[in-house]
């Protein structure tokens, strides 16, 4: 069946260092990728768009990659700081259709101490 | 932030009541969405509309009705409210049907006793 994998468990990290969160999937083969950001009793906001034939993206102090024969992304948070506490979620198209069908994962909970 | 605007915000209904939420948007954009978010299964795709009067099913459409009879305004109906559609429920909308970004509105929290 198809898949998509984010650690379950909360990532808990210092402020000022980088934050590493993992996207895995399984028999997709999505023409692109996007990383949102949600915070509690608020929707999500998107964050980053990565298509199949890059490698990396980066904005600012975020950080893409994507790696299709891994079937693998990897979000990084540069100089984290406690405002980027959150859940993240990865979100695969599955564009065979012609129209944009996102397939979410459950997301990564976050939380940057001072 | 996206001109979306849900309503209810909150609401508690009794099991096999109807229900209607609803999704306005002040963008003029063509996609409009309702997804649900419920712990371990992440956000999956209700219903989607691709303009007005054309709506198709998504993920876990099952229970759940939509209609759309303006560009602005996506309305989801659960005929006869059932415990397992205690949700958050999130409009979103986009402007193209291919790659671009989806905006989310801030959720409508049901509860169904």
Known sequence: SQKIEQNSEALNIQEGKTATLTCNYTNYSPAYLQWYRQDPGRGPVFLLLIRENEKEKRKERLKVTFDTTLKQSLFHITASQPADSATYLCALDILNTGFQKLVFGTGTRLLVSP | ?113
Not at chain 2, 17 to 32: A, F, K
Not at chain 2, 62 to 91: H, I, N, P
Request: proline share 3%.
């Open chain 2, 1 to 113: 932030d996206a001109g979306i605007t849900q309503s209810p915000r909150h609401k508690v209904t009794e099991t096999g009541t109807p229900v209607t939420l609803r999704c306005h948007q002040t963008e003029n954009h063509r996609y409009m969405y309702w997804y649900r978010q419920d712990p371990g299964h992440g956000l999956r795709l209700i219903h989607y509309s691709y303009g007005v009067k054309d709506t198709d099913k998504g993920e876990v459409s099952d229970g759940y009705s939509v209609s759309r009879s303006k560009t602005e305004d996506f309305l989801l109906t659960l005929e006869s409210a059932t415990s397992s559609q205690t949700s958050v429920y999130f409009c979103a909308i986009s402007e193209t049907k291919g790659e671009n970004t989806i905006y989310f509105g801030e959720g409508s929290w049901l509860t169904v006793v």
